[in-house]
C-alpha cells in the first residue's frame, strides 16, 4: 500500500513538472488556463454592475432586449412594437394607441442618441421592418415613448435607424421599391420603370426627442439595405448600400446578381437642406420628396462589390467601409476623395440621374478580409472588425495599412456585430459581440427552434478570443452597447412629475362615476389593496379605469389582471395608466394584482360586477 502510494506521488510530481514547463500548452492544462482567464473576465460577482448596457434587437418578436456586458446576463425587455403581457404594454389605452392596431413588427437595428458623435445616453431608437415605423425609447424609464408611421413612401424600413452626429436626423429607406405614391397599381413586369425606392431622413426635437418625417428622395428601383451617418469630415453626408441594380424581378438570388457590383447611395444631406430651402421638393403622400433629375448634387453613387449589406464609417469619419457579401474583398472608400470626385464631376455613368463616382478614384483600399463579409465595427487603436458569414469568423485588420492581422471563428454565419461605443467617434475597444444567426449543438437542446447566438469576443489585446456563448432572444439582427455609466435611469416616478389630470393620490378620493353607459374608475394602488375594492356596472357599459400606483418606493409595481376579459396592466410607482374596454360578459369577475408587491400580495384582490 505504501508502495503505491509513494509511485503514486512521483507521478504527481512529474506530471506537474511537465505541465508547469509547457509539456502540454495545447493540452488540458492549456485548456483550463484559457478557460480560468475568460471566466475571470466575463464574472460579475452578486451585487457588482456591468460595464456596459447592451441593446440588442429582438427582430420578429418586436421587442428590444437588454444584457449586461461582459456577464452577458439578460436583464430586461422593452416592449416596442408588439403587446407585452409582462409589463401590460400594449393593454393600456397610451401603448394600445401607439401600436396602431399592429399586434407586431420587425425590429431590425437599434440606435442610440449621438452628441458630437458620441453616444449620450438620452434616447433609443429602432425600426419596424414589417410595417415601416420607428420607435423612440426614453432612456430616462426604459421605455416606449413613440412610434413613428407607417412612414409615407417607404415600403419595408429595413434601411434604418441611424443617427446622425448631433441626432439631427435619423436615416431610413425602403427595403422593397414600389410604385408611388403607395396604393399605386402597375404590373410588376414594369418594376424597372415605374417601380421606386425611396431614402429618407426623420428630424428629431433635439429637446424633447419627438421624431416627425423631415424629407425624402425618389431612387432608382433597387433593395436599400443598411446605412450609417458620417461625423467629422463626412459629417453631413448619410450613406446606404444597395442590392439589386439590376432591377430584375422573380427569383432575386438568380436575377440581381448578374452585375460585378452593385451601389452605395452617397446622400449630401447638407445639399438636401438647401433644395428644399430653393423650393425644389414635392410634395408625395404629405412629405417633401427630392427628385436627383431636378435637384442635382444631392445623392451620388459609389460602385461596390456585388450584394453588398453593410455600410460603416470609421470613427474619425475618413472612411466608409462597404462590403460584397457575394465577394472576399472589404472596400474602403475616402471621403476626401469622394468629394474630389464631385467636384471634378469624375464619373462613369448615371442611375436615373443620379451619376456613378469613378471606382478607382474615389476607392482607398480593397481588403481580402474572407469569405461572405458583411459589417464593420471598429475599436480605439485604429482597428477594424468585419463579419464573415460564410467564413464563420471575425477578420481584424488595420486602417491605414489594410492588413489582416487575426481572425476569430464563431459559431456561427455570423451577421452583424457589435462593439463596445463602436459606432461612435470614441469606441472603447474592449468587447464586441458576434450576433451569430445558427447555434447548432452549443447548447442543451429545447427542440426545432433553436435559441439565437451571441458571443462574447474579447478584443483588447493583439489577438481575439471568444469568452462567453449566450443564447438571447429572437431575433437579434444588430445592437449598441453603451458605457453603463452614461445612462442615469430613474426608479420611481415622482409625484410631482405626474401630471396625468385623471390621477388620483388618495384613498379617500378613488370612486366610481356613472354617465349613461359610460363608467369611469378612479383607482388607487397601494400596498395591498385597490380602491375601490368593488367595481359595478352594466352588461354593455364602456368601462374606463385610471388606476395611479401612489408608491414611491422602488420596485413597488403593482398590476390589475381582470378575469377572462384579456386584461393586464402593470403600472410602476408613481405612475398613472388608463384601460378601457366593454363589460361584454355578465356575472362576477375577480381582478387581482399581477406583479408581487408584498407579503400580502395574495390578499391584494377585488370584484367586477356585471348585471
Excluded at 419595408?156 to 435619423?170: D, K, P, Q
Aim: charged share 25%; aromatic share 10%; glycine share 10%.
Amino acid at each position: 500500500m505504501k508502495y503505491r502510494l509513494t509511485l503514486l506521488m512521483i507521478a504527481v510530481f512529474l506530471t506537474a513538472i511537465f505541465v508547469g514547463c509547457g509539456g502540454d500548452k495545447k493540452g488540458r492544462g492549456g485548456a483550463r488556463s484559457d478557460v480560468q482567464e475568460a471566466a475571470q473576465k466575463t464574472y460579475v460577482a452578486p451585487g457588482d454592475l456591468d460595464e456596459y448596457y447592451f441593446f440588442a434587437s429582438g427582430g420578429h418578436s418586436g421587442q428590444v432586449y437588454i444584457y449586461g456586458v461582459p456577464s452577458m446576463r439578460h436583464l430586461s425587455t422593452i416592449p416596442v412594437f408588439a403587446p407585452y403581457a409582462a409589463t401590460g404594454y400594449g393593454f393600456d389605452k397610451e401603448s394600445k394607441a401607439m401600436l396602431g392596431g399592429y399586434t407586431w413588427g420587425d425590429v431590425h437595428h437599434p440606435a442610440l442618441s449621438e452628441t458630437d458623435g458620441d453616444y449620450d445616453g438620452r434616447w433609443l431608437f429602432v425600426n419596424d421592418n414589417a410595417n415601416n415605423r420607428i420607435a423612440r425609447i426614453d432612456l430616462r424609464d426604459f421605455k416606449t415613448k413613440q412610434i413613428l408611421g407607417p412612414i409615407a413612401n417607404i415600403s419595408g424600413n429595413h434601411g434604418s435607424t441611424f443617427v446622425t452626429e448631433n441626432s439631427e436626423y435619423l436615416l431610413s429607406a425602403s427595403r422593397f421599391s414600389i410604385p408611388l405614391p403607395k396604393g399605386r397599381y402597375e404590373k410588376i413586369e414594369d418594376y424597372a420603370t415605374k417601380y421606386n425606392g425611396v431614402v429618407s431622413a426623420v428630424k428629431i426635437d433635439s429637446k424633447t426627442g419627438n421624431m416627425s418625417v423631415g424629407w425624402q428622395i425618389l431612387m432608382p428601383p433597387f433593395n436599400y439595405d443598411l446605412g450609417d451617418a458620417g461625423k467629422g469630415p463626412s459629417n453631413g453626408w448619410a450613406f446606404w448600400t444597395c442590392y439589386n441594380s439590376e432591377r430584375a424581378i422573380g427569383k432575386l438570388e438568380v436575377t440581381s446578381t448578374q452585375k460585378d457590383r452593385d451601389y452605395i447611395a452617397a446622400v449630401n444631406w447638407k445639399k438636401v437642406e438647401e433644395a428644399l430651402a430653393a423650393g425644389k421638393a414635392k410634395m408625395v403622400d404629405g412629405v417633401k420628396m427630392l427628385d436627383p433629375k431636378t435637384a442635382e448634387g444631392i445623392v451620388f453613387l459609389l460602385p461596390i462589390a456585388k450584394s453588398p449589406h453593410g455600410v460603416d464609417v470609421s470613427p474619425d469619419g475618413k472612411y466608409i467601409v462597404g462590403s460584397g457579401k457575394l465577394q472576399s474583398i472589404t472596400t474602403v472608400f475616402n471621403i476626401e476623395k469622394i468629394k474630389m470626385a464631385v467636384e471634378k464631376k469624375d464619373f462613369t455613368g448615371n442611375e436615373d440621374g443620379i451619376p456613378v463616382l469613378n471606382y478607382d478614384a474615389v476607392k482607398d483600399a480593397e481588403i481580402n478580409v474572407g469569405l461572405g463579409p458583411l459589417h464593420t465595427q471598429f475599436d480605439d487603436k485604429g482597428y477594424a472588425y468585419t463579419s464573415l458569414f460564410v467564413e464563420s469568423a471575425v477578420a481584424k485588420w488595420k486602417l491605414g495599412t489594410w492588413e489582416v492581422v487575426d481572425k476569430v471563428p464563431v459559431a456561427y454565419n455570423i451577421g452583424h456585430l457589435c462593439a463596445a461605443e463602436g459606432d461612435t467617434k470614441s469606441p472603447d475597444g474592449k468587447y464586441l459581440v458576434a450576433l451569430n444567426k445558427l447555434s447548432h449543438g452549443r447548447h442543451l437542446s429545447v427542440g426545432p427552434s433553436q435559441p439565437e447566438a451571441s458571443q462574447l469576443i474579447d478584443i483588447s489585446g493583439e489577438k481575439m478570443s471568444v469568452l462567453y456563448d449566450a443564447f438571447t432572444e429572437p431575433e437579434p439582427h444588430n445592437a449598441q452597447m453603451i458605457k453603463a455609466d452614461k445612462l442615469h435611469p430613474i426608479e420611481v416616478y415622482p409625484k410631482e412629475e405626474n401630471k396625468d389630470p385623471k390621477a388620483i393620490w388618495d384613498v379617500k378620493d378613488a370612486k366610481v362615476v356613472r354617465n349613461g353607459k359610460n363608467v369611469e374608475v378612479y383607482m388607487v394602488l397601494v400596498r395591498s389593496s385597490f380602491e375601490p375594492n368593488k367595481i359595478e356596472v352594466n352588461k354593455g357599459d364602456k368601462v374606463t379605469i385610471h388606476m395611479t400606483n401612489i408608491e414611491q418606493t422602488t420596485d413597488e409595481l403593482h398590476g390589475l389582471g381582470i378575469l377572462e376579459y384579456n386584461i393586464n396592466v402593470v403600472v410602476d410607482p408613481g405612475e398613472t395608466k388608463t384601460i378601457e374596454f366593454t363589460a361584454d360578459k355578465q356575472g362576477v369577475y375577480a381582478y387581482y394584482c399581477t406583479n408581487f408587491c408584498s407579503a400580502l400580495h395574495q390578499e391584494m384582490q377585488g370584484y367586477m360586477l356585471v348585471k
